[in-house]
């Protein structure tokens, strides 16, 4: 077995273990996406080990961001399990930064209990809906639009360049992803919290929403501001499809204690991803 970084050049054999892995459609699958996540040393690397006949046989994403590699994209051939081979693809990943990651399922919960990282606090969503709207819905607040961004059509940071993502930015400087499809407005980077309302309401969103982690003081001024945690709304998570229900719950883990200060960015991880991008 081999371990050892990805390349462009890896690319069919690439798509023929995400395309045996992943469900249809899921981003691995576009080459596109594959450069904008790995192709770059500055934001990412991709991990890969190939058995005797040169097929990949295991994966290890990193997704850089705080001077912290972002485990994702985690994937093991059942007959490798257990030879130490996720180990390895870690070592190579560590080798750029410290590791952490956000987890959303059982089975990655207990990868990370079993390598005995540090768990934190669940990350939180806080949704505000559009005031104008009287007895919210799930069919009133996430329902098709047609609303106009073009004049505020952003793409200045790598983030931003995400194939498929409809990034803006408000006259304030916040910075948002828009999903006219569900009428909501996804903030990435916050500067006026009343500015960045007044706007999205204007422009014509039903919903915005921003992700980060629990130590972030700024959900103190969204509560003030009426923000609410996910579940306390109509607005769920997963919304492409729309799962009735199915609200934010993702827990932040990392392999060395981090300072109490960090806050986790939406752009860490593929935590921002899921959810949020059509053809998810």
């Known amino acids: 077995m081999i371990t050892r970084e990805a390349t462009i050049e ?28 790995y192709g770059n040393k500055e934001f990412g690397r991709s991990f890969i080990c190939l058995n005797d006949a040169n097929r990949i046989v295991g994966h290890v994403g990193a997704n850089f961001g705080g001077n912290i590699a972002w485990i994702i994209n985690v994937y093991l051939d059942e007959e490798c399990r257990g030879k130490g081979i996720l180990g390895k693809l870690y070592d190579l990943a560590r080798q750029y930064y410290p590791l952490a990651a956000t987890a959303a399922n059982k089975a990655g919960l207990g990868l990370y209990q079993n390598m005995r990282w540090i768990r934190y606090y669940d990350l939180v969503r806080f949704v505000k809906i559009n005031p104008s709207i009287i007895n919210p819905t799930l069919d009133t607040v996430c329902q098709s ?122 752009s860490y991880s593929d935590h921002g991803r899921i959810g949020s991008l059509p053809k998810e």
């Open 145 to 266: 639009k047609q609303i106009d961004t073009k004049d505020l059509t952003y793409k200045e940071t790598h983030y931003f360049k995400q194939p498929n993502l409809n990034g803006i930015k408000l006259n304030d400087g916040s910075t948002a992803i828009s999903q006219p499809e569900v009428s909501g407005l996804r903030i990435v980077d916050i500067q006026s919290i009343s500015e960045l309302e007044q706007q999205a309401w204007k422009t014509g969103y039903n919903w915005i929403d921003y992700i980060t982690s629990w130590n972030d003081l700024k959900t103190r001024e969204l509560e003030k501001q009426g923000w609410l945690i996910d579940n306390q709304t109509v607005v769920p998570w997963r919304l492409n499809p729309i799962i009735n229900d199915y609200y934010c719950n993702i827990t932040f883990l990392s392999e060395k204690p981090l300072d109490n200060n960090f806050i986790v960015h939406r």
């Open 10 to 37: 890896d690319w069919d054999e690439l798509l023929y273990f995400f395309k045996k892995v992943y469900r249809e459609n899921h981003p691995l699958h576009s080459k596109d996406f594959w450069e904008w996540q």
